[in-house]
């Protein structure tokens, strides 16, 4: 087997999110496996594999990797934002929306804004 250098691994992280654009997750997180274990600390490791973890319908897994992404960089609006997609996924509502709102409040996107519901009486 061929030794891995750092290189390898920037190749194997730029390849999986090729593979994610090309609606491949499962394909995304093989690559990843690796690079995750060289690079556990790497916030966009994580982030790039809790994505592919979503896309894949692992929500459980997508969920603590958002988690730990958040630990690290709270004030990150997208893990918020997909945080919160994964949570509606599975049926959390009310824990969906917080993130949502925190999510609009960082950076206030159009596609944050209407997931926040800011301004519905029912939210």
Known sequence: MPETTPETHVIQYRAAEQLLAARD???????????????????????????????????RAAEEEFQLVLEREPDNSFAHFALGRTLQRTGREDEALRHFRLAAALDPRPDFWEAARFGDRAA
Request: aromatic letters at 8%; hydrophobic letters at 50%; charged letters at 25%.
């Open 25 to 59: 997750p499962r394909g995304a997180l093989k690559l990843l496996e690796s690079v995750v274990s060289a690079f556990p600390e790497k916030t966009s490791v994580r982030l790039l594999r809790a994505r592919a973890f979503f896309l894949s319908a692992q929500l």
